[in-house]
């Protein structure tokens, strides 16, 4: 019997669901998949040897709501990882889809890293429970889902060793970041104000709890907002330009390549030339020092 796009899809989706209990996928990631994958399905329930190209080009054009580059490469993405699976588990002779040439060369939407006038007046302004998020963010320069997932039984003297994280399908071991020394006094006495709070999460939210990803959001807009500051959607401040803070200062501070990939988790250093590195060639005040300093290794190059 032919297989047809919604039963190829169903299958995908249990498979899925399999990797989210085992934890190797994410809540967030499982139920954008679903959700754009099922009305995927709805629009084309047709035999797999019916698809065309044309297919996923319609899909994408049919939905104007998506209207940022980022959006549409997402979706693009998620049914084509659900093709691409189906052919190496041979269910299909082969994908019916490949990357549209509309989305080719459409440019990627880049975080900025942080102002400091933003920062301060996020730490001036804010709520306890969010200053507290945004100094650790900002003195780690670690991923948000890392922050709101960290207990206390990953928090040591002078390091933080994350078992569940990101990339552990990839690397098969615990990520682990540095502290400097104000970092591990700032959670030795923020573990001292806990004693005796039953939740085992490191951050909490105003109410007690745990964060996720919406309330932690809407939470950051809201004193954003409050405190005014920009709020256009592709330039309003995020948690995660903090991450890109950290990796733009340990640049300009001299700090290679190799060692801010290992602070933050990557396993090579392109992240850090090509995304992080975009900010500051556009920082004059940094090509200035960069000039300076050739000028002054330049001066003290012994003659032949």
């Not at 390091?159 to 970041?177: D, F, Q, V």
């Not at 809201?222 to 256009?232: F, P, Q, S, T, V």
Request: one cysteine or more.
């Amino acid at each position: 019997m032919t297989p047809t796009v919604p039963s190829i899809i169903d299958l995908y989706l249990e498979s899925l669901l399999v990797r989210h209990v085992a934890g190797e996928y994410a809540k967030d990631a499982l139920s954008n998949a679903r959700r754009e994958l099922r009305r995927f399905a709805d629009s084309f329930a047709i035999a797999i040897t019916d698809c065309r190209q044309h297919d996923l080009t319609r899909w994408l054009s049919i939905n104007p709501q998506w209207k940022s580059s980022c959006t549409k490469k997402r979706v693009a993405s998620t049914i084509l990882a659900c093709f691409r699976w189906a052919e190496e588990e041979e269910l299909v002779p082969k994908c019916q889809y490949h990357w549209p040439k509309s989305l080719k060369g459409l440019p990627d939407k880049v975080r900025r890293p942080a102002d400091p006038f933003e920062y301060v007046a996020l730490m001036r302004g804010g709520s306890r429970e969010l200053r507290r998020a945004l100094f650790f963010l900002r003195r780690t320069g670690c991923r948000t889902c890392e922050m709101r997932e960290l207990c206390w039984q990953d928090v040591h003297d002078d390091h933080i060793s994350l078992e569940k994280h990101k990339t552990r399908r990839k690397t098969g071991r615990a990520r682990k970041y540095g502290l400097d020394r104000s970092t591990a006094n700032f959670l030795r006495a923020l573990r001292r104000n806990r004693q005796g709070h039953p939740e085992d999460h490191v951050f909490l939210n105003c109410e007690g709890g745990k964060w996720d990803r919406h309330t932690f959001a809407r939470h950051l807009r809201r004193w954003a907002k409050r405190i005014g500051l920009d709020e256009g959607v592709e330039t309003r401040v995020s948690a995660y330009c903090l991450r890109h803070t950290y990796a733009v200062d340990a640049i300009e501070a001299g700090v290679t390549s190799r060692q801010i990939a290992d602070q933050q988790g990557h396993e090579r250093t392109g992240m850090i030339d090509t995304v992080y590195g975009s900010h500051t060639r556009q920082r004059t005040a940094h090509l200035n020092s960069v000039a300076e300093d050739i000028l002054r290794k330049r001066l003290r190059k012994p003659k032949e």
